[in-house]
């Protein structure tokens, strides 16, 4: 989805400050914060700490899944 890369390319250019990713539900963003977190590791590796917010357990939870297949 471009708009999807384009959030992914944006979050992961940002040097310092915050960055919100917001939408309704089934919208991708999951998937999105999954390959902002892949493209900041890539490109930070053990330089940054990464705080990730979701309204639910089960969203991060889903995140987390994420996550463990990128360090793998």
């Known amino acids: 989805n471009p708009s999807q890369i384009a959030a992914i390319e944006r979050s992961c250019s940002v040097v310092s400050g915050t960055v919100l990713l917001?939408?309704?539900?089934?919208?991708?963003?999951?998937?999105?914060?999954?390959?902002?977190?892949?493209?900041?590791?890539?490109?930070y590796k053990d330089q940054v700490k990464i705080l990730v917010c979701a309204p639910s357990n089960a969203a991060i939870d889903e995140i987390a899944k994420g996550v463990k297949d990128i360090l793998s």
Request: no cysteine.
């Open 22 to 43: 917001q939408g309704p539900p089934g919208t991708g963003k999951t998937h999105t914060i999954r390959g902002i977190l892949s493209g900041i590791m890539d490109k």
